[in-house]
């Protein structure tokens, strides 16, 4: 039986919206229910889990995590989306959560924790040229609960060196997010109108 994929499509226009630290940001809304994330998360994971870099990034600390071997599991339980390599392994509550018969969750605590908040989006230099790209979840609150980063032309896959020219063929993933997600199916010049990968 051939695999189903969920489509989303929106108005692709971006949201350009100013960062705590000054940066720009280009934002691309996407839906939050279980299901949607779930298809986009496990896609990510289980078939691009060589390309992306993970972990949650606030003001002061960045968590910058790549996986070494594709995902032993990945499954739902309680709200919570939980994928594992061996181990080592996280939780995203993306569902409702209801907690345990004996300890449940309050209608509050159950609201803050689920992802209410999903976007990609790319990280925009001074003169407005995209220099990074993504995908961030927000719990209720606007906590961000992870930022997957997705490759980028600027810098080298192993060692995140700075490349001398850009390749372009790494905005790849970018691209068919894009397509399958935003319903745009043609590459964004925007996405290649950047120099180089610097913060501002």
């Given at each position: 039986m051939a695999k189903q994929y969920l489509t989303f499509k929106t108005d692709y226009r971006p949201r350009r919206a100013v960062e705590v630290d000054g940066s720009s940001v280009d934002i691309f809304a996407l839906p939050t229910d279980e299901e949607t994330l779930a298809a986009l998360l496990r896609d990510l994971f289980e078939n691009h889990w060589r390309e992306?870099?993970?972990?949650?990034?606030?003001?002061?600390?960045?968590?910058?995590?790549?996986?070494?071997?594709?995902p032993t599991h990945i499954g739902m339980f309680d709200g919570y989306l939980t994928i594992a390599f061996g181990a080592p392994h996280f939780h995203i509550c993306i569902g409702v959560h209801k907690g345990s018969p004996?300890?449940?969750?309050?209608?509050?605590?159950?609201?803050?924790?689920?992802?209410?908040?999903?976007?990609?989006?790319?990280?925009?230099?001074?003169?407005?040229?995209?220099?990074?790209?993504?995908?961030?979840?927000?719990?209720?609150?606007?906590?961000?609960?992870?930022?997957?980063?997705?490759?980028?032309?600027?810098?080298?896959?192993?060692?995140d060196k700075l490349l001398k020219a850009p390749e372009w063929e790494r905005l790849a993933l970018w691209d068919s997010l894009r397509a399958r997600w935003l319903g745009q199916s043609e590459p964004d010049p925007v996405d290649r109108s950047g120099k180089g990968f610097r913060h501002d």
């Amino acid at each position: 039986m051939a695999k189903q994929y969920l489509t989303f499509k929106t108005d692709y226009r971006p949201r350009r919206a100013v960062e705590v630290d000054g940066s720009s940001v280009d934002i691309f809304a996407l839906p939050t229910d279980e299901e949607t994330l779930a298809a986009l998360l496990r896609d990510l994971f289980e078939n691009h889990w060589r390309e992306i870099t993970f972990g949650q990034i606030i003001e002061g600390a960045a968590y910058e995590l790549k996986a070494s071997s594709p995902p032993t599991h990945i499954g739902m339980f309680d709200g919570y989306l939980t994928i594992a390599f061996g181990a080592p392994h996280f939780h995203i509550c993306i569902g409702v959560h209801k907690g345990s018969p004996h300890n449940p969750a309050s209608p509050v605590l159950a609201r803050h924790r689920k992802t209410s908040r999903a976007e990609l989006y790319r990280r925009l230099d001074r003169s407005g040229a995209p220099v990074s790209w993504g995908l961030r979840l927000f719990n209720g609150e606007g906590e961000q609960q992870i930022t997957v980063l997705l490759p980028n032309p600027f810098l080298d896959q192993d060692s995140d060196k700075l490349l001398k020219a850009p390749e372009w063929e790494r905005l790849a993933l970018w691209d068919s997010l894009r397509a399958r997600w935003l319903g745009q199916s043609e590459p964004d010049p925007v996405d290649r109108s950047g120099k180089g990968f610097r913060h501002d």
